[in-house]
């Protein structure tokens, strides 16, 4: 028989083994997937504090505006003007109180020493009832730009942030300039109200909010066409008193 010696002296190892256990390879974690361009930016977008999502209890609180009239009021997100948005007031004729509807917000802003901005109005504006209405005739500017200078100087004061809110009166314009007016109203947080014929109303646009005003059979007839923020029912008429 074949025998073998070990001659080294094996030291007392205590608690330790003399064999050391066999060693269980443990499998590799998996590389979590990574995370797709696309979601990254869809998360960055639902972030906003302008988004709200259809299954949310309710919406974002927006910072509005009072229009002075608690049935419009009533029916738009935050109860009044978007600041920081356009809003587009389609006429049918001129005096059927479209200067009127902004009268009390621009009363409260020019009381708070914040510049309102008139560009290209097609008459002078009336100074004594102006005043009439609570507006502060020191808080307010008129720009008497040409037809081709209309768009940016309206653009212009949007962006510059120094103004409360800026009237700009468009016969004609396309939907890249009313485009750049919307982004340089976010851009400044301003007020921007465009008056605009009512055959435009067709016509696809970027503003927040779009009114149609024409005649009624005893009084002026204001219409929501368009209302960001709005679910249901988009159209809806009120009277107004011109």
């Known amino acids: 028989m074949f025998t073998t010696t070990i001659s080294e002296t094996v030291a007392n190892t205590g608690d330790c083994p003399l064999f050391a256990p066999p060693v269980v390879p443990v499998p590799p974690r998996a590389a979590a997937a990574p995370t797709r361009r696309d979601e990254t930016a869809l998360a960055d977008v639902l972030r906003h504090p302008g988004i709200w999502r259809r299954g949310a209890a309710r919406a974002p609180r927006s910072d509005t505006l009072p229009t002075g009239l608690a049935e419009l009021d009533a029916l738009l997100p935050g109860g009044g003007w978007p600041r920081g948005a356009l809003s587009e007031i389609l006429v049918a004729e001129d005096g059927l109180?479209?200067?009127?509807?902004?009268?009390?917000?621009?009363?409260?802003?020019?009381?708070?020493?914040?510049?309102?901005?008139?560009?290209?109005?097609?008459?002078?504006?009336?100074?004594?009832?102006?005043?009439?209405?609570?507006?502060?005739?020191?808080?307010?500017?008129?720009?008497?730009?040409?037809?081709?200078?209309?768009h940016w100087t309206a653009e212009q004061c949007l962006r510059a942030g120094c103004c409360g809110a800026v009237l700009n009166w468009l016969p004609r314009c396309d939907y890249r300039q009313l485009r750049r007016l919307q982004l340089a109203a976010e851009t400044g947080g301003t007020f921007g109200f465009v008056f605009r014929p009512l055959s435009a109303a067709h016509e696809a646009s970027p503003a927040a909010l779009r009114l149609r005003l024409e005649r009624g059979e005893t009084e002026p007839r204001l219409e929501i066409l368009k209302c960001r923020g709005r679910f249901g029912e988009q159209s809806h008429a009120l009277g107004l008193r011109a």
């Open 97 to 150: 109180g479209e200067c009127s509807l902004l009268l009390p917000a621009l009363a409260t802003l020019t009381q708070a020493r914040r510049r309102v901005v008139l560009v290209a109005p097609p008459y002078i504006p009336y100074a004594p009832a102006l005043a009439a209405a609570g507006v502060d005739l020191a808080q307010l500017v008129h720009i008497d730009a040409t037809a081709s200078d209309t």
